[in-house]
C-alpha cells in the first residue's frame, strides 16, 4: 500500500505541474479570468493532497499496522479526483450538475485529515 501511495502522490504532483502550466499559458486566452483561478484552486489542493499522500505512504511504510493510515490516503486519493477533478471540469465547460461534486471532495479531505489525526494521536500514544 505504500508503494501505491507513494506512486499516486508522484503522479498526482506531476500533473499538478501539467495542469497548472496549462493553465497559466495554453488556457489563458480560451478561458475568462475566473475559470482560471477555479483551476489553479484545483491545482493548489491537488498539490496539497499528493505532498500529504506522499507523507502517509512514508508513514505508512514504517508502521503499517497504524489505524487509518491506509483509509486516510484512500479518502485523499478520492478526494483529488473529486474536489480538483471537478474543479478543472467545471472550468473546461462541464455540464453545472458536477458543481455539487467538488464538497464532497472536500468532505473526502476533511475525512482524510480526520483519519491522519485518529492515526497521529495513537501512533504517538502508543510509542
Same mark, same amino acid.
Given at each position: 500500500?505504500? *508503494?501505491?501511495?507513494?506512486?499516486?502522490a508522484?503522479?498526482?504532483?506531476?500533473?499538478?505541474?501539467?495542469?497548472? /502550466?496549462?493553465?497559466?499559458?495554453?488556457?489563458? +486566452?480560451?478561458? !475568462?479570468? &475566473?475559470?482560471? &483561478?477555479?483551476?489553479?484552486?484545483?491545482? +493548489?489542493?491537488q498539490?496539497?493532497?499528493?505532498?500529504?499522500?506522499?507523507?502517509? /505512504?512514508?508513514?505508512?511504510? +514504517?508502521? =503499517?499496522?497504524?489505524?487509518?493510515?491506509? !483509509?486516510?490516503?484512500?479518502?485523499?486519493?478520492?478526494?483529488?479526483?473529486?474536489?480538483?477533478?471537478? $474543479?478543472?471540469?467545471?472550468?473546461?465547460? !462541464? =455540464? *453545472?450538475? $458536477?458543481?455539487?461534486?467538488? =464538497?464532497?471532495?472536500?468532505?473526502?479531505?476533511?475525512?482524510?485529515?480526520? $483519519?491522519?489525526?485518529?492515526?497521529?494521536? *495513537?501512533?504517538s500514544? /502508543?510509542?
Amino acid at each position: 500500500m505504500a *508503494r501505491f501511495f507513494l506512486v499516486i502522490a508522484a503522479v498526482s504532483g506531476f500533473f499538478t505541474v501539467v495542469i497548472g /502550466a496549462f493553465a497559466a499559458h495554453g488556457l489563458k +486566452q480560451m478561458l !475568462a479570468p &475566473e475559470m482560471i &483561478e477555479v483551476v489553479k484552486t484545483g491545482v +493548489q489542493y491537488q498539490m496539497y493532497h499528493a505532498l500529504v499522500l506522499m507523507l502517509v /505512504a512514508l508513514w505508512f511504510k +514504517q508502521k =503499517p499496522a497504524a489505524s487509518g493510515l491506509k !483509509a486516510a490516503g484512500l479518502a485523499f486519493i478520492l478526494g483529488t479526483l473529486l474536489f480538483s477533478g471537478s $474543479l478543472y471540469a467545471l472550468a473546461l465547460g !462541464a =455540464p *453545472r450538475w $458536477l458543481g455539487p461534486i467538488t =464538497p464532497l471532495g472536500g468532505l473526502c479531505f476533511l475525512i482524510g485529515w480526520l $483519519l491522519l489525526t485518529i492515526s497521529a494521536w *495513537r501512533t504517538s500514544s /502508543a510509542d
